[in-house]
């Protein structure tokens, strides 16, 4: 066995929405570093570009190809669908990780907010995903698979709505459709999985992590008591596109610090004191 094999991504096409920050940022860095050619879309072209030449920039044996990408609307998934046919005629990896958020309190939170994103986070998702399987399924073999990696949220694993309940029941969805659809093209020699992170540092999340101090204020949250770094996404994305993760497929991964097993305060407590 060679363990250098496992993780390796030499000669693999990789494509990641919202590739530009946070946990799209960190998965790209850790495929380019693996050797992949590395797609990465984005609804901000410039930014995009300019995270390309940061990781072009570390001389590792991979590359990254920055463009604009909107996966909110069908126009823009077959947009987004041609603009990867353009710079690649091969797709062997595809991480949905584009999503948005919006948050208010019970009482007041609009309807609008349910459709936009529904939209990006499970329609577009499942949408691009149909709609490259063809470059996917091309790209596989049984014992090399093609991968699929979704990322959901450790709110859809706990009841947590905390303001953002359009957020948290898509997060659900994306874990639901993961299992529906590894079901479905594990005989087309096609993993599906997802990511199922706590928190990270992320321009979502920048309200909570932006400064060392909060981020250790949340990290006191945690049953691991901090939040998540970029090492632990890689370690992830490594093993599942990896020849290591090729027998796994349908699986929500918890990187989430222990969030994810969470529970209540222990009922006997205050009995047994």
């Known amino acids: 066995m060679d363990i250098q094999s496992l993780f390796g991504l ?3 096409v990789a494509l990641v929405t919202g590739g530009a920050t946070g946990i799209g940022r960190m998965a790209c860095e850790a495929l380019v570093r693996a050797g992949a050619t ?10 995009c570009e300019a995270v ?25 998934i077959d947009a ?53 399987l ?3 399924i091309a790209s596989s073999t049984a014992d090399d698979p093609a991968r699929v990696v979704n990322v959901g949220s450790v709110m859809g694993q706990r009841e947590m709505g905390d303001g953002a309940y359009s957020y948290s029941m898509s997060k659900a969805a994306v874990h639901h459709m993961t299992r529906i659809l590894g079901k479905e093209l594990a005989g087309q ?18 309200f909570a992590t932006a400064d060392e101090d909060t981020r250790g204020k949340v990290g006191k949250d945690v049953p691991l008591k901090r939040v ?34 969470m529970s209540g305060p222990n009922i006997f407590e205050q009995a047994l004191h």
Not at 234 to 248: D, E, P, S
Request: net charge negative; charged share 15%.
């Open 38 to 47: 590395v797609l990465m879309a984005s609804r901000k072209e410039g930014a």
């Open 189 to 206: 020699h096609v993993t599906v999985n997802a990511l199922a992170p706590g928190p990270f540092v992320s321009r979502m999340t920048a």
């Open 80 to 132: 987004l669908v041609a603009a990867v046919k353009e710079r690649s005629d091969t797709l062997h990896i595809l991480m949905n990780n584009a999503g948005i958020t919006w948050g208010a309190p019970l009482g007041q939170f609009p309807h609008h907010a349910w459709e936009k994103v529904m939209n990006v986070n499970v329609a577009g998702m499942f949408d691009l995903t149909q709609k490259l």
């Open 228 to 261: 998540g770094r970029d090492e632990d996404i890689a370690g992830c994305m490594l093993f599942l596109c990896g020849q290591g993760g090729a027998y796994v497929t349908g699986a929500v991964i918890p990187v989430s610090g222990g969030i994810n097993v």
């Open 52 to 76: 390309a030449e940061e990781l072009n920039a570390l001389g590792a044996s991979g590359k990254a190809i920055g463009f604009v990408g909107d996966v909110g609307t069908e126009e823009g």
């Open 134 to 136: 063809p470059m996917l």
């Open 10 to 12: 030499e000669g693999k």
